[in-house]
């Protein structure tokens, strides 16, 4: 383990990185909430012509999301190889997301109070210290900003029904 990260967990999402748009593959259950998702975020906050950060935007499948709802959208991940399959995304979507291989705590120290919405979702179980990433989060946000944070609980039972 190195900085707010484990090391394993994202050599694990670097090897599945090839199949993040693959809506029958791995992960497939982000594909079918972020419908669910997108909307809540619109019940309280609107998107169009705002500043959203999604923080651990793995491929891009809620990135691209916002973006197609007029979101100016930054995306942080620490998965080179996720990254570049977001990336590569764009160019079969058509839309425009400023992806970037940052850490939030690194991100918050250069951009605070710069985002009128930032979104963390089911990342917070994949790290160490999951408050020095809420903490950063709230750096990043304008004054009356909205922060969505969703994860799984850290059970057997959560990981059993949530992953497997």
């Known amino acids: 383990m190195s900085a707010n990260h484990y090391d ?51 491929g891009g499948i809620l990135s691209e999301s916002l973006a197609q709802s007029d979101a100016t959208v930054t995306g942080l991940d620490l998965s080179e190889a996720s990254l570049q399959t977001a990336k590569m995304h764009l160019f079969e979507s058509g839309l425009q997301v400023d992806y970037q291989n940052i850490s939030i705590e690194g991100f918050a120290a250069e951009n605070a109070s710069s985002f009128d919405v ?38 057997p039972k959560a990981m059993v029904l949530g992953i497997f």
């Not at 909430?33 to 975020?41: E, G, K």
């Not at 979702?121 to 969505?148: R, Y």
């Open 118 to 155: 930032v979104t963390c979702l089911e990342m917070l179980e994949h790290v160490p210290d999951p408050e020095s990433v809420i903490d950063a989060c709230l750096q990043t946000l304008k004054p009356g900003g909205w922060l969505f944070l969703s994860t799984l609980n850290r059970t």
């Open 8 to 58: 394993t967990e994202i050599e694990q999402f670097d090897g599945q990185a090839a199949f993040w748009w693959d809506a029958e593959g791995p992960f497939k259950t982000l594909h079918q909430v972020n419908p669910t998702r997108l909307q809540y975020i619109k019940q309280f906050t609107r998107l169009a012509q705002q500043n959203v950060l999604d923080v651990g935007c793995g």
